[in-house]
């Protein structure tokens, strides 16, 4: 590397293409630390779960290539992102970076920063990160259910239950009755948050109406905390609404038997969202009963069918004030079919 010298007063132009000044660059020994090495890192990739997509930087920029006494050795004018990462990419013991300020950047929704020294460019994309975190937490529920698949001793009960988004944005929980409620995350000072909220006085409601602390999250599951309360959620898509049938696997080819897990079902059930109080979905043989609310299904996780194809009534009721309630599936036909 070429040898150049350089004092705290020195004046540099910065050249373009055209050969036409752009602006003044002034020496800056102030270097990246760690934290901000790997913030800029992860701005200046488009690959990977932690890429911060938010801000982008705009180029072209200098940056000052700094010897382990933070002295200046050289600099370097970057036109892109690739560039940026590979310069960073050299970093270790020996050497590191300092970059000419003012430089400026983008924001998703247009918004242009001006960013002045190492402080304001950690606080630019701390808050930019942490705004997106925020919008894929709080948009976690528009993607399938999610259903929490582990928990500490203390709530494994719930181990099975599922959270849904409906289609005006409001959140269902599912467990032996459907929840009306809301879930929203948020940051306070560095630690992610997630506010559930159902309605309702039992015991789900009291277990969940909490404010929980996000521990770990990615694009599949997350992890919430509670005083001693650990629970695990993961996205599951699998399970698919059908328009008019309920299809499953015979158990053996020549039966005409399948199990059908209809407490998953429930979820593809529409009904009056405004509603305050919880809801009890329930499944009937008949639609006599269904009218009685008589002789409900009670294995509900592993119903196994009696003909094939079988038609259930679909009745929702109000667990408060008893009242029967529309909804958009009065019925189903289950179909055993082969899965071979």
């Known amino acids: 590397m070429k040898s150049i010298f350089l004092t705290l007063s020195a ?31 992860r701005v200046s990739t488009t690959e990977g779960e932690n890429t911060i997509g938010c801000l982008r930087f705009n180029y072209p920029f200098v940056v000052f290539l700094l010897d382990s006494l933070n002295e200046v050795e050289d600099f370097i004018s970057l036109h892109s992102d690739p560039e940026f990462l590979a310069l960073l990419e050299t970093i270790d013991s020996t050497n590191n970076i300092s970059i000419s300020y003012p430089i400026k950047a983008t924001l998703n929704n247009g918004e242009l920063l001006e960013i002045n020294n190492n402080e304001e460019l950690r606080e630019s994309i701390s808050k930019c990160a942490q705004d997106e975190i925020v919008g894929k937490c709080n948009n976690f529920l528009k993607l399938c259910t999610w259903t929490v698949v582990e928990a500490s001793q203390n709530a494994e009960i719930y181990i099975g239950t599922q959270f849904k988004e409906t289609n005006s944005g409001a959140l269902r929980y599912y467990a032996d009755n459907v929840y009306l409620g809301t879930w929203v995350s948020l940051f306070i000072e560095e630690t992610l948050h997630l506010n559930i909220f159902t309605i309702g006085n039992d015991s789900p409601n009291s277990f969940w109406n909490k404010d929980w602390i996000i521990t770990s ?37 020549n039966s005409e038997i399948a199990v059908f897990n209809l407490k998953d079902f ?7 969202i405004t509603l305050e109080n919880p809801v009890s979905i329930l499944f009937y043989k008949t639609q006599e009963d269904a009218n009685q609310n008589i002789n409900a299904i009670e294995n509900t996780n592993t119903f196994e069918n009696t003909t094939n194809p079988q038609t259930l009534y679909i009745k ?9 309630i529309t909804t958009n599936k009065p019925r189903i036909t289950l179909k055993a079919i082969s899965c071979d």
């Open 217 to 253: 999250f990615s694009e599949n599951s997350f992890e919430l905390t509670h005083e001693e309360t650990i629970i695990t959620i993961e996205k599951n898509c699998e399970m698919n609404c059908p328009i008019d049938d309920l299809k499953g696997c015979k158990v053996e080819e």
């Open 11 to 41: 004046i540099f132009f910065l050249i373009s293409c055209s050969n036409e000044p752009i602006g003044k660059m002034e020496i800056n020994k102030d270097a990246l630390d760690e934290e901000l090495i790997d913030l800029v890192s």
């Open 316 to 324: 929702a009721w109000n667990t408060v004030t008893h009242d029967s």
């Open 266 to 272: 429930r979820k593809c059930i529409g009904y009056n």
